[in-house]
């Protein structure tokens, strides 16, 4: 990775970092050479979302209905309708088997991460694997949650504890989305400092439980289910994204279109829920890029050192524990290093189009249309992860606490290590990175048809739009492709 020696260059680095949430830096063990420049990648991207705007501005101009896209299937196959009792009793028994699961094996099983079922399949399978379920199927998550489905078997223990109607709040749905955004920060903020073992995660796995029956009984279930548990909210997020929708009758929509059409605007907890969905995936690959520690170690040591009067070698113990609060600190504060970013843009998009709407109700209405780079940038970033340990759920199932069974006969698959082509991958992300943001380009631009009724405001409500989206991809392609250049 190119280390830049200037404070200028760093500078000009961290607000290109801001725009991008595609920070998602992937180590292979190799270094590998970008067959061109990385400039040219970025000038095509650039010129892809361009021509891709002109298209959209010229052709899209009627404004779009309301789920103008979906084919309703129960009603062409009656036998296609809402999912059997039968079906949902099994999901939910899955779900709630496999949580339990992963919660016993760390406190019975082996202490070694790879060996133990628990880790891969809470952090891979679900964590990261489940959201391309979702974005497929819909929000099934909402169905099969088992964190409800324990609230729920304890609300037929105990009548009414946990209903809507005897919860010990009077309207909790003043909290809003806040309850899951922290949850969301405390859960990533776990998974990249919390030293995470198959013993400390079926603690904290218990703990969230605990959490999520003290939440229900306070908030009520149904608010608490849909505003409080954050898996919750960010899967009815990715769901919004799916070619299937499953809430009432069943019907079939284009994929990620269902996003733009909504009519109502996100608030401001929820707005910072999706940018953090972006700001989290960009920390997480630059929290540990050289480039991030040298701005630690190499930058503010000489300052800290002129400000206390220390040398160096006495302040190192000090930053030795320093380091996780500085972390910590950037993580927090990545959601709204982000929603100041974009409500520049989106008040620059109301000056364009005239408009006397609210900022932060054209901010809320415009906020679904990034669910699509959400999307791309989590599977881009993680895809590496899951090929390579993912597919090593078969073998645990069998052997769930490393003690050397084969339930299944597949204790012995896929053990040995799986390295993808890494020419493949990079390409891979270049087109998943520049296909997201066209569509969100164009969520965006159906939003503003919606909102602003008239296709030459919409159009030019789009422009400061448009370099926003410029930005998050050619930066993004740029710092995705620095670890995969040979360090000078």
């Known amino acids: 990775m190119v ?142 949650n088992p964190w409800r489905t324990i609230v729920d078997l304890l609300c037929t223990i105990k009548n009414r504890i946990f209903g ?79 070619m299937i929708r499953l809430q009432g009758t069943l019907a079939l929509r284009t994929p990620m279109l269902a996003a733009g059409d ?19 995936t960009a920390f997480d690959g630059l929290h540990e890029t050289v480039w991030w520690r040298s701005i630690y170690w190499s930058d503010l040591l000489p300052l800290w050192s002129e400000v206390s009067g220390r040398q160096g070698v006495q302040l190192f113990p000090l930053l030795m524990k320093w380091q996780q609060q500085w972390n910590v600190f950037w993580l927090a504060l990545s959601p709204l290093l982000y929603f100041g970013v974009y409500l520049l843009f989106i008040a620059l998009s109301r000056s364009f189009a005239t408009s006397d709407k609210p900022l932060l109700y054209i901010a809320g209405r415009f906020a679904y249309s990034l669910l699509p780079i959400a999307l791309v940038y989590h599977v881009s970033h993680y895809f590496t992860l899951i090929y390579t340990q993912g597919v090593k759920i078969t073998a645990l199932a069998s052997d769930p606490f490393g003690w050397g069974w084969n339930l299944f006969g597949t204790a012995t698959w896929y053990r040995g290590s799986r390295v993808p082509d890494i020419e493949f991958v990079w390409h891979a992300q270049v087109g998943l990175i520049v296909i997201g943001h066209v569509i969100s380009v164009y969520l965006a631009h159906r939003q503003a048809l919606i909102l602003f009724q008239d296709h030459r405001r919409a159009v030019l409500s789009q422009i400061p739009m448009l370099v926003l989206m410029v930005g998050f991809t050619t930066a993004g392609l740029w710092i995705l492709s620095l670890p995969l250049q040979p360090a000078s």
């Not at 218990?206 to 548990?229: S, V």
């Not at 929820?270 to 989290?280: A, G, K």
């Open 3 to 144: 280390v830049h020696n200037s404070i200028l260059r760093r500078s000009c680095f961290l607000f290109l970092t801001v725009l991008s949430p595609a920070a998602a830096a992937h180590s292979f063990g190799v270094v590998y050479t970008l067959p061109v420049p990385i400039e040219l990648y970025l000038y095509g991207a650039g010129a892809a979302l361009a021509l891709s705007f002109l298209v959209i501005a010229l052709f899209a101009r009627a404004q779009p209905a309301l789920h103008s896209a979906e084919i309703d299937l129960s009603a062409h196959f009656s036998s296609l309708g809402r999912p059997s009792r039968w079906t949902v009793f099994v999901g939910r028994g899955l779900a709630l088997g496999a949580l339990l699961l992963c919660i016993v094996s760390g406190f019975i099983g082996t202490a070694q991460s790879y060996a133990n079922i628990n880790m891969t399949l809470f952090w891979i399978v679900f964590g990261l694997g489940f959201v391309w379920w979702v974005a497929v199927l819909g929000d099934v998550y909402a169905t099969i």
């Open 164 to 242: 809507s109607s005897s919860a010990l709040m009077r309207e909790p749905q003043r909290m809003g989305y806040w309850p899951a955004l922290l949850l969301y920060i405390v859960f990533i903020w776990f998974e990249l400092f919390g030293l995470s073992r198959p013993p400390v995660l079926s603690q904290w796995l218990l703990g969230y439980t605990l959490l999520n029956i003290a939440g229900a009984c306070l908030t009520g279930r149904r608010y608490w289910f849909r505003y409080g548990e954050f898996f919750a909210v960010m899967m009815a997020l990715y769901g919004r994204l799916s």
């Open 262 to 280: 909504n009519r109502d605007a996100a608030p401001v907890g929820l707005m910072l829920f999706i940018l953090f969905m972006l700001s989290s």
